[in-house]
């Protein structure tokens, strides 16, 4: 196995990028500003057939309304079920690029190539994650009941469950008081959810290389869990050695709602509230594609390079390659 210290392999993505031939910046520019400008128009239609809808009041417009809601929804659905198999392209990208090959426009395709293979993988990865969840929180609920709380909880929902006064949904105090009474049960569910589902989450991180590679799904993550036993933790370690650059995305998505946030603390804006919401949200997706184009392409680079590394089907590079790597 290669090396697997993060700051290796970074150094080796880093003389890997600038032997390719064509630029891998160029391809991460491409491809953040498809994902970003896809999310930038799907935002701003949606803007527009809401200023639709409501313009459509009364019985008269209940058509017109329909049909707007019905065009909304298809389009959100589409890019909601689109976007993910253009994002993972890059993954496919990055492959490349570890392997000491070029990555050019048409590989950031390689899921919709894939397409099957990819929802499989993801379709599966969500099922083993909503299992866990479920699990738990059945198990926290039943023992929950159990507990004074749960006595409570159980004497606030009897008009509910007895079925004497159904209209108590519409009551916004009784809402309330359920959600107090329930907050110690779904602190501790999701609290124990994190510590079961981050070591699962893990161990299948390198099933999406896999598909892509021509695994079948159901094998990706089989695949993936071999590949990360007793692995995983170098994955940790890279994931923390680039803990500036998510905490980087992190704050262009706060700068796409600094709106929001600035309402929340009372701070008044000179624009409207819809010319804040568009301008910040702009600005936000400005700052995402130059973190992604400055940065992507080399912290994709070292992940390829980990899994190049511990994948036995794979070699991570050739010799001649790793010896110039080395001079």
């Known amino acids: ?195 079961l589902a981050i070591p699962v989450f893990y161990r299948l991180r390198f099933a999406d290389y896999a598909v892509l590679e021509g695994t079948p799904a159901f094998r990706s993550l089989i695949q993936s869990v071999q590949m990360t036993k007793g692995n995983w933790r170098h994955l940790l370690k890279i994931d923390l050695y680039f803990w500036w650059f998510y905490l980087l995305q992190i704050l262009t998505v706060a700068i796409s709602y600094r709106d929001t946030i600035l309402e929340w603390l009372g701070i008044p804006l000179p624009l409207s509230r819809d010319g804040s919401f568009f301008l910040f949200y702009i600005v936000g997706i400005v700052c995402q594609c130059v973190l992604l184009w400055q940065c992507q392409s080399k912290v994709l680079t070292t992940y390829g390079l980990l899994y190049r590394g511990i994948c036995p089907q794979n070699p991570p590079i050739d010799p001649e390659t790793q010896s110039k790597l080395s001079d």
Request: net charge negative.
């Open 1 to 195: 196995m290669t090396a697997t210290k993060p700051s290796d392999l970074s150094r080796q993505a880093k003389t890997l990028l600038t032997r390719s031939l064509y630029d891998p910046k160029k391809l991460v520019l491409l491809h953040a500003a498809v994902s970003l400008g896809i999310t930038l128009l799907m935002t701003a239609l949606s803007y527009f057939f809401s200023l639709k809808i409501a313009d459509t009041g009364g019985l008269a417009g209940m058509g017109t309304r329909s049909i707007l809601t019905t065009i909304q929804s298809v389009l959100e659905f589409l890019v909601m079920v689109l976007l993910p198999f253009w994002e993972i392209g890059i993954l496919f990208s990055a492959l490349r690029w570890a392997s000491g090959e070029d990555a050019t426009p048409p590989d950031l395709l390689r899921g919709f190539h894939r397409f099957r293979a990819v929802l499989g993988a993801k379709l599966l990865q969500g099922v083993v994650l909503i299992a866990i969840s479920i699990a738990v929180v059945y198990t926290c609920t039943f023992f929950y009941l159990m507990t004074p709380y749960g006595t409570r909880l159980m004497e606030l929902m009897d008009p509910l469950l007895m079925g004497s006064d159904p209209e108590i949904l519409m009551d916004e105090a009784w809402v309330n008081t359920i959600m107090e009474e329930m907050a110690p049960l779904m602190t501790v569910s999701w609290v124990i959810v994190a510590f």
